[in-house]
């Protein structure tokens, strides 16, 4: 046995090919990932803005080629790399990641309706409440504690 034939390990891709659903041409399952989702709202926001992948580069401080991965779900960036893309935009990074929650939601709603499987994921749906009166115990940075 060679060297190389030895040290050769078995391969988990982090992003595992996507089964197809019948009768969605393709269309791939299970949860979208997170630095996707990100990616596409720093990617749509920075379009919107008519502005190129060079000017917001320069606007963060973040280099092209590692902004790009970002954009492209290639990288998971921190918190500070999002923040500093968010500010180069006009953005939060709270703003950031809402637009991205919200797409997360749309996504899995979508593909609840659809009946695709694993959808609900034996999971309950988040449930949205209206703000809460402050009669009831109060959290420790201030808000109403709710308990499920």
Known sequence: MSIRATNQADVIPLRPVPAAAPGQGGAPLGEPLWRDLVGEVLRRERKAQGRTLKEMSEASRISLAYLSEVERGRKEASSEVLAAAARALGLTLADVLA????????????????????????????????????????GPMGGVLLAA
């Open 99 to 138: 637009l991205a929650g919200e797409r997360l939601v749309s996504l899995t709603a979508a593909r609840s309706r659809t009946g695709a499987p694993g959808a609900a994921g034996g999971h309950r749906p988040v449930r949205t409440a209206l703000p809460a009166r402050r009669t009831g115990p109060v």
